[in-house]
């Protein structure tokens, strides 16, 4: 609080006005609604001793999949889930990696492809049918005979990084996607004469709503356990690797939210979109005072670490400084804070 504080003081006295006023406080708040419910969902990752590294990838699949959806002529409420339900799956996905199920994973995709094979040729019922059937006995098959192969969570959000990026790309033929008509989609990052925008209100509960989960529940507990010792966790009862599955699953959910505001922001699907916001959600919670090493996290911290890039960011456009400036403050903040937290930990 103390470090938002300095800098937004400090802006304030360098910028004077055009800073402080009333209507640049509200964007600044809209400029974090994005890069931080991402955030608020990449805490429980970092808390439980993971990392997420495609959170910039899921956002431009999640506007891609809602600016489809859309154009195809569905509701607005068919688009958001389309883009909620992506993100889900790929938080499913890297969970069931991280915790060595990635031959259920395979089973579930040639279960879709046989499912999609037979009904071309025999109908929808018929396509179903054989989908669900295959990924009923590939399922089982795979976790009976296959060899569980854990992998390092770095290496595989490095690796959908590129997929969901090309998978993006490809879904709109590397082209934005320009829906006729957004609904109440493209209005959650308007705001109006007064007051905020729905997007920011939509942070606030986000963040309210983890910050609860993580001081008042069990899982919130189990969350940290995990992250500070997760062979002690094990001995201790908790279900290590469903408790790992489940902070991606609503780490990644959270990016879905954000892809929503990110396509009400742009009223279109893009998938170059989001580039490097993996850095910028990342330094948010370690400013915020998580620590990379996992055990540790507030979401409180992650909200005021992502005012505290915004307001740098918007201080320096205010006072007319060219972006690489931006890049470097940016940077020497994430040192400085990765520096606070290694000290930290060597003086307890």
Not at 111 to 135: D, E, K, N, R, Y
Not at 253 to 280: H, K, V
Not at 302 to 331: F, P
Request: one cysteine or more; proline letters at 3%.
């Amino acid at each position: 609080m103390a470090g938002l504080a300095f800098a937004w003081g400090l802006f304030a006295l360098l910028a004077g006005g055009d800073f402080t006023s009333l209507g640049n406080t509200r964007l600044m708040l809209l400029q974090t609604a994005v890069v931080g419910t991402a955030a608020v969902g990449a805490t429980i990752i970092i808390i439980s001793g993971g990392i997420d590294l495609s959170v910039g990838s899921t956002i431009a699949l999640g506007t891609v999949v809602a600016a489809l959806l859309l154009q195809a002529g569905f509701p607005p409420a068919v688009a958001a889930a389309g883009a909620l339900g992506i993100s889900l799956l790929v938080g499913a996905s890297i969970g069931a990696f991280v915790i060595g199920h990635a031959g259920r994973i395979a089973a579930l995709a040639i279960a879709v492809l046989m499912g999609v094979t037979v009904g071309g040729s025999a109908g929808p019922v018929a396509g179903i049918l054989a989908a669900l059937a295959a990924a009923t006995f590939l399922w089982t098959a795979a976790g009976r005979w296959l060899p569980k192969l854990e992998l390092v969570p770095f290496v595989v959000t490095l690796a959908l990084w590129g997929t969901l990026r090309g998978l993006a790309k490809g879904l709109a033929d590397n082209q934005g996607v320009y829906p006729e008509t957004t609904g109440w989609l493209g209005d959650l990052m308007v705001s109006g004469n007064s007051g905020l925008a729905p997007g920011v209100w939509i942070l606030f509960l986000i963040a309210a709503a983890f910050a609860g989960l993580l001081r008042w529940t069990p899982l919130g507990r189990h969350f940290f356990a995990v992250g500070s010792n997760e062979e002690t966790a094990r001995l201790c009862g908790v279900r290590v690797e469903r408790v790992k599955v489940l902070a991606y699953v609503l780490g990644v959910g959270c990016a879905g939210i954000a892809a929503l505001l990110q396509f009400s922001f742009l009223s279109m699907g893009d998938p170059t979109t989001a580039e490097g916001y993996e850095l910028r959600v990342i330094a948010a919670v370690v400013i915020g005072g998580a620590s990379l090493s996992g055990g540790e996290g507030s979401i409180l911290g992650t909200l005021i670490g992502a005012l505290i890039m915004v307001v740098v960011d918007n201080g320096c456009t205010q006072m007319g400084l060219e972006n690489w400036i931006q890049d470097v403050v940016t940077g020497a903040i994430i040192l400085a804070a990765v520096l606070v937290d290694r000290a930290r930990h060597l003086r307890a």
